[in-house]
């Protein structure tokens, strides 16, 4: 709604072999992580 709010945030990291994984999949990974934290629901109740 406009206002600036004071929130809790988590910092989200992640290391990866590029001999094994290409930097693009990573960030896939790393993506797909940080949406399963942000909706739990959706993991779990495959919304």
């Given at each position: 709604?406009?206002q ?9 990291a ?26 739990p ?5 495959d919304?």
């Open positions: 709604n406009g600036i709010v004071i929130r809790p945030i988590n910092y989200l992640m290391s990866y072999d590029h001999r094994l994984i290409d930097g693009r999949e990573a960030v896939l990974g790393l993506v797909a992580m940080k949406e399963a934290l942000e909706e629901a959706r993991l779990l109740f919304i």
